[in-house]
């Protein structure tokens, strides 16, 4: 059965500190992973990675792929309280559906 | 248009009465997918629409639940004899093609409480 395992389940940090968010996936034909960002309901895209070794890059998060050891990670540099949200991965096997796996939930402290 | 729609954002019923979710895909976008997020869980699939083909309801928890896609377009999410487990936010999202190349856009949600 696909699954999608994210770690740690929560997080609390201090604003400036650095975090990294793990996803490990077992899937029987990996296509895209992708990163989501949940605020309040509506999750928004922040990466999508297919290829592995091949950082992905936005202001202070950066995302990448290990596909021969089946997981990714997402760092968040210099963490400010805007960045307190649950941090969705999704792994597509090559079909429509993507699986979700059930979050980070990230806080940080001013 | 711009973003996906949903209404209503919040909802409120009684045990044992029916509901009606609906979703406004962005415009062109030909896939729609309706998801399930309990509190503390990750988003739960529940159907997917893809222009004119049968729908793939592998999602559904049960017979009470149903969808449909009026002219490729407008969804609405009926959830029947709604039950409290019911409650969790339903997050309708589209995509240009089957969202395996562009990953999906979410609407803000629906979220059900059945008290």
């Known amino acids: 059965e696909d699954k999608v395992v994210q770690s740690p389940l929560s997080l609390v940090v201090h604003e400036g500190d650095t975090v990294t968010l793990n996803c490990s996936y077992e899937v029987t034909n990996f296509r895209s992973l992708l990163w989501y960002k949940q605020e309040k309901k509506a999750p928004t895209f922040l990466f999508m990675l297919?290829?592995?070794?091949i950082e992905k890059k936005s202001g202070r998060l950066s995302s990448i792929l290990d596909k021969k050891e089946l997981f990714s990670i997402l760092n968040i540099t210099a963490t400010q309280t805007g960045d307190s949200a649950v941090y969705l991965c999704?792994?597509?096997?090559?079909?429509?559906?993507?699986?979700f796996g059930t979050g980070t939930r990230l806080k940080v402290l001013a | 248009g711009a973003g996906v729609s949903q209404s209503p954002s919040n909802k409120v019923t009684e045990k044992g009465k029916d509901v009606e979710l609906r979703c406004d895909p962005i415009?062109?976008?030909?896939?729609l997918y309706w998801y399930r997020q309990s509190l503390g869980q990750g988003l739960e699939f529940l159907i997917y629409?893809?222009?004119?083909?049968?729908?793939?309801k592998s999602g559904l928890p049960s017979d009470r639940f149903s969808a449909e896609r009026t002219g490729g377009s407008v969804s609405t999410l009926t959830i029947q004899r709604t039950q409290q487990e019911d409650s969790a936010v339903y997050l309708c999202?589209?995509?240009?093609?089957?969202?395996?190349?562009?990953?999906?856009?979410f609407g803000s949600g629906t979220r059900l409480t059945v008290v």
């Open positions: 415009s062109g976008h030909t896939a």
């Open positions: 629409f893809q222009g004119n083909s049968a729908p793939d």
């Open positions: 999704a792994v597509n096997s090559g079909t429509y559906k993507y699986i």
């Open positions: 297919t290829s592995s070794g």
């Open positions: 999202a589209s995509s240009l093609t089957g969202g395996e190349v562009h990953g999906y856009t």
